[in-house]
């Protein structure tokens, strides 16, 4: 098994598919389950980052897979979903994590070009890979956590799209909980602050600099007044996922250092 820090193991015999889990919030949630015994499907469109988040994970003596697929393609989430039923009898967790973030005011139309690929994949994509993979959790019972944001609870000038299918992830999750319940599937949702990942650097001319600038950053609307690192947010998320949550569900647990409003700085 993978070497641990944190000393929990409550994950062992089982597999979870962590949607996204190449790059920031998912590949520290697939360390992190990984770590504590699982054997984790990172299901991604990025196969070199996916392949890098697999490879560490063995180097470290977990157990990982890499399953391709797009999100915003039918046909790809159809094939991931067979794909995983041909390598696994059951799947336990599943971390709808994979989004994009794309910018654009009402007024000036600009966000006109963001709808679609957004609502595919961060929406859409996630209904319909949960919708594949049901029959999978529904063998030996699994747990659900959905990736929304603070941001679907503010409601942010020039983001409405994210925004609102972020506060639409929150309504989702309670149906799927009530749906779901019968097949002894919990599903929650984790409401995330401002996280330091390649969200938020990986497209910078500098992306090493603005890392470290986003570490250092002060948020006056926060009351831990920082960012936080994406393993604050694994930490969350396979808490939810483990028996320790076992009469959560439903629920959207707020991982946000405190906050209450936009202003930075
Ligand atoms: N970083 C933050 O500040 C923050 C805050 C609140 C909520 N969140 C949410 O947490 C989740 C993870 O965010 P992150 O910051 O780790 O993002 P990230 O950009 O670091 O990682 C996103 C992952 O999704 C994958 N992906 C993108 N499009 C895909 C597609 N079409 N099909 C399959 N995979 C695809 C990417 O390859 C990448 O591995 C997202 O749902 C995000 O909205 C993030």
């Known amino acids: 098994m993978q070497t641990n820090p944190w000393g929990t193991i409550r994950f062992t ?20 389950l990984a770590a504590e015994g699982a054997h984790v499907i990172i299901a991604d469109n990025n196969a070199e980052m996916a392949r890098t988040t697999v490879a560490k994970i ?3 003596g977990g157990k990982a897979t890499y399953i391709e697929v797009d999100l915003a393609d039918d046909e790809s989430v159809t094939a991931a979903a067979q794909t995983v039923a041909e390598k696994f009898s059951a799947l336990h967790v599943l971390v709808n994590n994979a989004a994009i973030l794309r910018s654009g005011k009402i007024e000036d139309g600009a966000w006109i ?5 957004e609502t595919a994949i ?18 030996e019972g699994a747990a659900i956590v959905n990736l929304s944001s603070e941001g679907g609870f503010l409601g942010r000038p020039g983001q409405w799209i994210y925004d609102a299918i972020k506060a639409g992830l929150v309504s989702l999750t309670k149906t799927m909980a009530q749906e779901f ?26 992306p090493d600099a603005q890392k470290k600038a986003l570490e ?33 569900t439903g629920q959207t647990l707020h991982v946000d250092g405190g906050r209450w409003g936009m202003s930075v700085g």
């Not at 599937?185 to 497209?203: D, S």
Request: net charge neutral; proline share 5%.
């Open 216 to 248: 250092e950053l002060t948020i006056s609307s926060c009351i831990m007044k920082r960012l936080a690192k994406p393993e604050e947010v694994a930490a969350a998320i396979a808490f939810l996922l483990s028996d320790d949550a076992s009469y959560i």
């Open 181 to 206: 319940v019968e097949y002894g599937i919990r599903v929650n949702a984790i409401a995330p602050g401002w996280i330091v990942t390649e969200m938020h650097f990986g497209k910078a001319t500098d």
């Open 13 to 32: 015999d089982k597999v979870a598919l962590i949607t996204g889990g190449a790059s920031g919030i998912g590949r520290a949630t697939a360390n992190r």
């Open 58 to 60: 063995e180097e470290t």
């Open 122 to 139: 961060g929406l859409r994509g996630w209904v319909l890979i949960t919708q594949h993979l049901l029959p999978l959790m529904k063998k």
């Open 113 to 117: 070009p963001n709808w679609e690929p």
